[in-house]
Every structure is written in structure tokens, then in C-alpha cells.
């Protein structure tokens, strides 16, 4: 009689088996799919770079002028906790996930940043974006912020000695 | 500590072991190497469990090697973990395996991956690949995460393996490889050979690779089916040595996914089951209530496996309105469903006929072996950590834990079914009581130098970590999934039993398979040699 039990259960049940791709996914409002880097609000600061587990993201440097930051979505584990720690709201988590591709190269996206050089001693220091970030967001004084750290310690102990009139270094 | 836990170290002090460190659920006794097998003898014979054991290269901050021997009190709730220092210039250890038979797989692990060589038992490579080179050990400090030693060639084949070409397959997500010596249908003897796939994820944790905020995602993928288990077992154990106060509502999230994940396990192999039964309609409902279950883990955490949302501190998704009557919605379709499911299966006269009395795995050699969750349960034994050791809201619900004495295949089925209905009234209880408040906190330093041992309930037994911390990230994170200790087991379950048989067996300890696996059978009489598939289809 066992037969007719599980009879009943299947006609009571019907059809449940989606026809996926002709009928779309069974997606939930909350699905994580792959991620999104919105380039004209991204300011190359890496902190992604630093919190993403699998290295999906990273920063490099070809020319040694500009960085690029990459995401490669075959390694991506769809954590979206790049977007968590994503200072300037760059990256977004989209529903994508129906990405397989025939060439490794359209995996990729990059999103490139030209650097600045420190204003006194010529080194690279940040990216464009970061430095207008700053500006905006931070009252600092325009000749400290386009100097290198070490610069700007240096012209800081040379400032400061004038005032408090130690003699000069 | 209780008074009987007293008495216990009382026992251990006179056999030269000294207290070193009493934590509200740990014990860190030091003891001398000479002793250790005294005192791992005193307390197995008390009733401890062996949760695992695990070598720690700490030559840089004491100048030994310790080993620590993690015993479960499970009747007091306290952990016992002994630590034994070996001096660098004698490597060497005795075995406890004389004493407590569970040490079997993680003694020579600690052989195989530090170098510490035991004295008083027989040792064979166990993790290494045949091809890693003698001298060589992944787990002392001065080898690189990143590093690849040359491969040896050995002209000999180790003498356990008969004839070891074929039939790993290469995209099984574990793959497994039995030998079933045969005489006539009857199996005489198994030897097991795995970890084909040991990843080393113990040793890239400790590398520069990675932080502490980054180990949760790389725990998660330990296991396919219950990764949530792994990245909650790692976050307590870190939260327990940092002593960083969890906000309770995200305890409460913590329990409740752990609970959806048990659902959608033993669904998943209650319908594997059923297909080795040879009973697909089973096979292909179980997998339809299953589904909504999977939709709902996407719906609370953002994905249907490997949820992402443990994070050091608490979790990173929040339940609102909607999510809760979702869940209550989900949970008594599926309590509905599956019951009726259930009901018509086990009427079935064919699945009862090959489920009982087969591989069937008595109460004292389930004791011996330590095994756990299910498996145990159905053999006499009653351990269940979230009864044992309460951790996160499972102290305020009320749960049965299922126990079965007969330990054959159909003890374990039924107490997989029972549990299905458990998690369900968990998950109700959890969320009638679920409080209010902040789901992380974010204010935490982790120093370097404490440890931890965190213990979950996974859908197939116990599941623990052992984390000593260091700077930026673990200096020594040990894992033991519930599968490590139960596969030994395989082996009374097998002998004796029908070739026909066997696969069922094999599934029933839920070995983390999902895909095709195979035996080689050997007949004893003829060494006549066959494959056979495991599990047909594939």
C-alpha cells in the first residue's frame, strides 16, 4: 500500500521543477551574486583588496603612473564584504550569477587610477581620487596634502620649530 | 570546577600532571611526556571522550613542540586538554593508542605533519602524499604556506595498497577509497585510504595570506554541506580566547541558521538513502522538501550555502518581519510535508528489511572509537554538544535527543528523521524568544598567545576547533570534522556484513559524499580484484 502513499503525494504536488533558463531562477530578494566597482566613485584605496578572502580583488602597478584595481570574478566567493568596508560606497552587490564565460579575460574588470607624486620629493604617493576624497571630506591644508607622508612629517617639525622658536633643524 | 572534575585533576595531579589554566569550560593541564599515557588511560577509563589531538610547533615562544590531547568531560561539560612539551632535539612521543583507540588518526597526523615520532604503536603515512619527501613537515614553523617540495619517486608501493590505479575520481568534492576484502558476499576486512584532498587550510590560516577576519569564509569551505558549522566553530573559538562578548541576538541568528543547515543535511541524506535503497520516489521528495529549506538559508543569509554571514564578534545579517514569518512559514510546510514523506517511506517493506540489523556498530566500540552525533546516538551512546556543552541560545530551548540502542542502519536513519523534526521546534522556540539589540560588535582586540577549544553540533556529529591566537591571525588553528572520527568506525560496522550491503553502510555514517564513489572489492580466495560503483548513476 506504500505505493499508493507516495501516489498521493506526488499528484497533490504537481510539477515543481522549474524550466531554468526559460523560466527565470528562483532568486531571493537577499541572493549575493558577483560584485560591481562604480569607477567614477571608486578611489583606489585598496581596503577591499585587503579584506577580500579569496584575492578576487587586486591592486596592481604596470607603468608605475597609475594602479589598477582588478576584479576577477572566477575567484570571487560572493561574500560582498568588499562593500561592507568600501569607504566610498564603490562597490555594489549585484544578483549577477550567470557568469561562465569562454574566455578568461572577460572575467576580469579593472578599474584604473592615476597616481599623484608628492609635490616636494617627486615619489608616488596616492591615486587622484583618493587625494580629491580627502580634500573634500578632511579641512587639511592644500601644500601638506599633496606632500608624501615623510615630507609632510618633515615640513610639520620645520613649521613647528619656527613657532615655538627651538632654532631650526 | 564540580566536585567530580576535582577529584579527576586530583588523580591526574598525583600522576604528575599540574593545572595550568582553569577556564569556565577548559582545563589546560600540563603533564610530563612519561606520564601521558597513564593519564590519558585514567581519564578514558572515567568516561572522557577523545575530542582530538593536535601538535603545535611552539619552539618560537616556549622552545618545544607541544602536543595537546583535547578530552571531553561530556557529563561535567568541561574540557580536559592535556599538554605535553617535546624537547627539539627528541622528537618523539608515546602513543596513547593503547589506551584510548580514538587517537588512532590524529597521533599520526601529528607524524606526519611535525614530525613527532610515536613510540609503542605501528605508524604509517596518513595525510602526506606518497609522493611528499621523508624530512619534510608542513607544520613546523620554518616551512613556507607557499612552498612546494620536490616530489620523490618511490619504486614501492606502500604495502597496505594492492593495486592503487584508477578509481579516484578527480572531481568528487572528497573523494574516498575503500578496500573490501570479500569471502564469497561476506566482507572479512576494510582499509580505508583518504585525504586525497587535505587542502592544508590548518597551515594557510597561520600564513601571512590570511587575517583573522578572513578565516570565517575560508573555515566555511571545509565543507560543502555544513559550512556554517565550521565558521561558527571558528568564531566561538576565537570569541572564547579573546573573551569578546557576542550581542545574544546574533547567538540567537547563529543557532537558528545552524538549525536550517541540520535541516536541509539530513535531508539531503535521507535522500541519498533512499537512493541507494534503490527507492528514488523517496529519494526525489525528500530533495523537493529540502528545496524550500535551501530557500530560506538564501533568504536569511544571502546564499544557499556557505552563508557568509559569520563574521569575529557576532553575524553580518540581520532577521527582520518578513524573514521571521518566512521561516515559520517555511518550517511547518516542510514539518507538514516531510512527516507524510516520512510516514509513506518507512512503510515501505524493502527499506526496513535492508536497513535492519545491517552494519550495525555496538555500544562499546562506538565508546572505544569516540564517535559522534548520529552515529553515536544510534548506537547507545547520548551525546549531543548542544546538551552537553550548551553554546550560543541553545541552553534556553528544550530539545529530545534521539537515541537509538540497536546501532544498525535503521537506528541511524530514524534518528536522523527524529532530528528533522527537533530542528524544527528549535527553530520555533528560537524565534518566539529572539531579543532585540545589536547583531556585532566591533570593539575587540585579540592578544596573542591565549587558546580556545569551540565545540558545534554539525548535522553529523561533533565538530571542533582548537585555536591558539597570535598577532594578525591564529598561531595554531586545529580542526576536527565529525567525519575524522567516524570513519574508523567503518570498519566494525563492516565486518560481517553483505557486499550488498556495504554502500548503505558506508552512507550511513554520512560521510560527506554526494557524488560517485567506488570500492575495489578483493575476494580473499581468488584475489580476484573488481570495482564496483558505490552509488549508481553518477
Not at chain 2, 182 to 189: A, I, R
Not at chain 2, 399 to 413: C, M
Not at chain 2, 420 to 429: A, G, H, P, W
Request: net charge positive.
Amino acid at each position: 500500500m506504500s505505493i499508493a502513499r507516495i501516489l498521493e503525494i506526488a499528484f497533490r504536488t504537481g510539477r515543481v521543477t522549474r524550466k531554468y533558463p526559460h523560466e527565470p531562477p528562483l532568486l531571493t530578494p537577499e541572493f549575493r551574486g558577483a560584485v560591481r566597482v562604480d569607477p567614477s566613485k571608486c578611489w583606489g584605496c585598496g581596503a577591499c583588496v585587503k579584506i577580500c578572502p579569496p584575492n578576487a580583488l587586486s591592486l596592481r602597478s604596470d607603468s608605475g603612473r597609475e594602479v589598477v584595481l582588478e576584479y576577477f570574478v572566477g575567484r570571487c566567493i560572493f561574500c560582498g564584504m568588499c562593500a561592507e568596508v568600501c569607504p566610498a560606497r564603490a562597490i555594489e552587490v549585484t544578483k549577477e550569477f550567470e557568469l561562465s564565460s569562454t574566455s578568461l579575460e572577460s572575467l576580469k574588470y579593472g578599474v584604473a587610477h592615476r597616481l599623484v607624486r608628492c609635490s616636494s620629493c617627486g615619489s608616488l604617493v596616492w591615486t587622484e581620487a583618493e587625494l580629491r576624497a580627502v580634500i573634500r571630506s578632511s579641512p587639511v591644508a592644500e601644500e601638506y596634502v599633496v606632500l608624501c607622508p615623510r615630507c609632510r612629517k618633515t615640513r610639520f617639525a620645520r613649521a613647528a620649530s619656527i613657532r615655538v622658536g627651538a632654532g631650526s633643524e | 570546577m564540580s566536585k567530580g572534575v576535582e577529584a579527576l585533576v586530583e588523580m591526574v595531579g598525583k600522576l604528575g600532571g599540574a593545572v595550568e589554566d582553569v577556564r569556565k569550560s577548559e582545563i589546560y593541564i600540563r603533564v610530563p611526556r612519561e606520564a601521558v599515557r597513564a593519564v590519558a588511560k585514567l581519564l578514558y577509563d572515567s568516561g572522557a571522550y577523545l575530542k582530538t589531538c593536535a601538535g603545535v610547533d611552539e619552539r618560537g615562544t616556549s622552545g618545544f613542540y607541544s602536543i595537546y590531547y583535547i578530552f571531553g568531560l561530556d557529563s561535567h561539560g568541561v574540557d580536559a586538554v592535556l599538554k605535553v612539551l617535546v624537547p627539539e632535539h627528541d622528537p618523539l612521543i608515546p602513543s596513547i593508542l593503547p589506551e584510548v583507540p580514538a587517537a588512532d588518526w590524529c597521533e599520526l597526523e601529528i607524524r606526519d605533519l611535525l614530525g613527532i615520532e610515536l613510540s609503542g604503536r605501528l605508524t604509517k603515512r596518513l595525510v602526506l602524499p606518497e609522493d611528499w619527501p621523508d624530512g619534510v613537515y608542513p607544520l613546523r614553523k620554518e616551512f613556507r604556506y607557499d612552498e612546494k617540495p620536490p616530489r620523490v619517486v618511490r619504486e614501492e608501493l606502500p604495502e597496505e595498497v594492492g593495486i592503487p590505479v584508477g578509481p579516484y575520481h578527480p572531481a568528487l568534492h572528497e573523494p574516498e577509497y575503500f578496500e573490501l576484502y570479500v569471502e564469497g558476499e561476506k566482507v572479512v576486512d576494510v582499509v580505508y585510504r583518504g585525504f586525497h584532498v587535505h587542502r592544508g587550510i590548518e597551515k594557510l590560516a597561520e600564513s601571512p595570506r590570511f587575517t583573522y577576519k578572513q578565516i570565517p569564509f575560508l573555515a566555511e569551505r571545509i565543507c560543502g554541506i555544513c559550512g556554517f558549522v565550521h565558521s561558527t566553530c571558528y568564531v566561538m573559538a576565537v570569541e572564547k580566547a579573546a573573551g569578546i562578548g557576542v550581542p545574544e541576538r546574533a547567538e540567537f541568528i547563529r543557532s537558528i541558521v545552524l538549525e536550517v543547515e541540520r535541516l536541509h543535511s539530513h535531508l539531503l541524506w535521507l535522500g541519498v538513502a533512499a537512493h541507494l535503497l534503490g527507492y528514488d520516489a523517496g529519494f526525489m521528495h525528500t530533495w523537493r522538501i529540502r528545496e524550500r529549506v535551501m530557500v530560506l538559508a538564501e533568504y536569511l543569509t544571502g546564499s544557499r550555502k556557505t552563508y557568509g554571514i559569520n563574521v569575529v564578534g557576532g553575524v553580518r545579517k540581520d532577521l527582520n518581519v518578513d524573514k521571521i514569518d518566512k521561516t515559520m512559514k517555511t518550517v511547518a510546510q516542510v514539518r507538514e510535508e516531510f512527516k507524510k514523506l516520512a510516514d509513506a517511506a518507512l512503510s515501505v517493506p524493502q527499506i526496513k528489511a535492508r536497513a535492519v540489523g545491517t552494519g550495525v556498530l555496538t555500544k562499546s566500540e562506538a565508546r572505544a572509537l569516540s564517535v559522534v552525533g548520529p552515529v553515536a546516538r544510534a548506537s547507545g551512546l547520548y551525546r549531543d554538544i548542544r546538551k552537553d556543552y550548551p553554546y550560543l541560545a541553545y541552553r534556553k530551548v528544550s530539545f529530545r535527543v534521539p537515541l537509538y540502542t540497536e546501532g544498525d542502519n535503521l537506528a541511524r536513519l530514524l534518528v536522523r528523521v527524529e532530528e528533522v523534526f527537533e530542528s524544527i521546534e528549535i527553530i520555533k522556540q528560537l524565534i518566539d524568544m529572539l531579543p532585540g539589540g545589536g547583531i556585532v560588535s566591533e570593539e575587540y582586540e585579540i592578544p596573542p598567545g591565549r587558546r580556545a577549544v569551540a565545540a558545534v553540533e554539525a548535522p553529523r556529529g561533533e565538530d571542533v576547533h582548537f585555536v591558539i591566537t597570535g598577532l594578525g591571525r591564529p598561531y595554531r588553528w586545529r580542526v576536527r570534522a565529525p567525519t575524522y572520527q567516524n570513519i574508523p568506525a567503518l570498519r566494525a560496522m563492516l565486518r560481517g556484513t553483505s557486499l550488498a550491503d556495504a554502500p548503505l553502510t558506508i552512507a550511513s555514517i554520512d560521510p560527506c559524499f554526494s557524488c560517485t564513489d567506488r570500492v575495489l572489492v578483493v575476494d580473499v580466495r581468488s584475489s580476484r580484484r573488481s570495482f564496483i560503483k558505490l552509488v549508481r548513476g553518477g
